[in-house]
């Protein structure tokens, strides 16, 4: 049996996925900060036949987030699958020439530092079975920035260009990496003028990637 591991899973796009591999046969391991919420979501997905299990961390604090990707594998054998997308956190936005260390340092812990750390978790193990997916999300603003998240953009772009390097230095070797810029709003309710997609439409492309492996980013428009 393979496993997904969702890191920042939630009620919305961390859900459709986890349901998108879950109906294929995929156990699922969720990671986000609160338990309550995770076991809610647990609950929901054994209700529709998916097996998944919840496993509290902080991608901030990494420590709490290998230990958890860790308890994942122990529970489940392995973890073949990494989609990395936590929500996203209480944020001090600030422009370019607003930036400060101050404000970019929480932004690249919490988009690039976490990857890093869940990557380094979980690929050892894909390197040595010749076999694995890495996907990692965020907004279009790592690939088209806006003055009003320059910092937020700035740290997604770092991840963003880590990926896409990721990609590259796996080539050939089973192990397959990629970036989606999310170019929509989530679900009803969007600002005016934003084009919206339902996290089940979303969710899709992540198997459509977890299939093809055929390149190293897409920017989802809807």
Not at 29 to 57: M, N, W, Y
Not at 83 to 105: F, G, H, K, R, W
Not at 126 to 145: H, I, K, Q
Not at 153 to 169: D, Y
Request: hydrophobic share 45%.
């Amino acid at each position: 049996m393979s496993t997904i591991v969702i890191v920042g899973a939630g009620p919305g796009i961390g859900l459709s996925i986890a349901r998108t591999f879950g109906s294929r046969g995929f156990d699922v391991a969720l990671i986000s900060r609160s338990k309550e919420k995770l076991d809610a979501l647990v609950e929901q997905l054994e209700a529709e036949g998916v097996t998944a299990a919840a496993f509290p961390a902080n991608v901030l604090d990494r420590p709490s987030l290998t230990a958890a990707l860790q308890a994942a594998e122990a529970r489940f054998g392995s973890l073949d699958v990494l989609e990395y997308s936590p929500a996203t956190p209480d944020i001090t936005m600030a422009s370019p020439s607003e930036a400060t260390v101050e404000n970019l340092q929480p932004q690249i812990e919490y988009y690039l530092y976490g990857a890093v750390e869940a990557t380094r978790t979980v690929l050892p193990a894909m390197r040595e079975a010749g076999a694995g997916t890495l996907l990692f999300t965020t907004g279009a603003g790592s690939v088209d920035p806006v003055p009003m998240l320059g910092n937020v953009n700035a740290a997604s772009a770092a991840l963003r260009n880590w990926v896409i390097n990721l990609n590259k230095e796996l080539a050939g070797s089973g192990v397959y990496a990629a970036h989606v810029a999310l170019r929509v709003w989530i679900g009803a309710g969007g600002p005016e003028g934003i084009p919206s997609a339902a996290p089940a439409d979303i969710a899709a492309l992540y198997w459509e990637l977890y299939e093809s492996r055929d390149c190293a980013e897409v920017v989802y428009k809807g």
